[in-house]
C-alpha cells in the first residue's frame, strides 16, 4: 500500500504561481511512476504531468508545457507540481497518483494509488 496526501491547492489570480506537494507514506516511493492529474467540473479526468523513476522522465500534456514542473524528492518521499503562469482554464480538483510500472502510463485506470485530490482555483 502507498500512502498519498496532496496539498498546496488554493485560490489564486491568473498569470500567478502555485506548488502543490504529494507526500508518500508506505511501500517503496522510489519503485512508483508518479503523475499529477487534474478533473474540472463537467469533465474526465487527465494527466497533467507525470515523472518516472529516473527525474530525467518526464511527461506533459500539451496545454502545461512550459508553464508546469513536475519534480520528485527521494529523501523526502515527496512529488511536486510547480505551477505558473495558471489560466482559469487550469482550474480544476488536482490528484496525485503512483503507479507500479517502468513507463509512464496516461490512462488513470493503470494507476495503483491516488490522493485525496487538491482545488486549484485560479480567477480571471
Known amino acids: 500500500q502507498v500512502q498519498l496526501v496532496e496539498s498546496g491547492g488554493g485560490l489564486v489570480q491568473a498569470g500567478g504561481s502555485l506548488r502543490l506537494s504529494c507526500a508518500a507514506s508506505?511501500?517503496?516511493?522510489?519503485?512508483?511512476?508518479m503523475g499529477w492529474f487534474r478533473q474540472a467540473p463537467g469533465k474526465e479526468r487527465e494527466l497533467v504531468a507525470a515523472?518516472?523513476?529516473?527525474?530525467?522522465?518526464?511527461y506533459y500534456t500539451d496545454s502545461v508545457k512550459g508553464r508546469f514542473t513536475i519534480s520528485r524528492d527521494y529523501a523526502k518521499d515527496t512529488v511536486y507540481l510547480q505551477m505558473n503562469s495558471l489560466k482559469p482554464e487550469d482550474t480544476a480538483v488536482y490528484y496525485c497518483?503512483?503507479?507500479?510500472?517502468?513507463?509512464?502510463?496516461?490512462?488513470?485506470?493503470?494507476?495503483?494509488?491516488w490522493g485525496q485530490g487538491t482545488q486549484v482555483t485560479v480567477s480571471s
Open positions: 497518483a503512483a503507479d507500479g510500472s517502468a513507463i509512464i502510463r496516461l490512462t488513470q485506470g493503470l494507476y495503483d494509488y
Open positions: 508506505g511501500r517503496t516511493f522510489s519503485k512508483y511512476i
Open positions: 515523472i518516472g523513476w529516473s527525474t530525467r522522465a518526464t
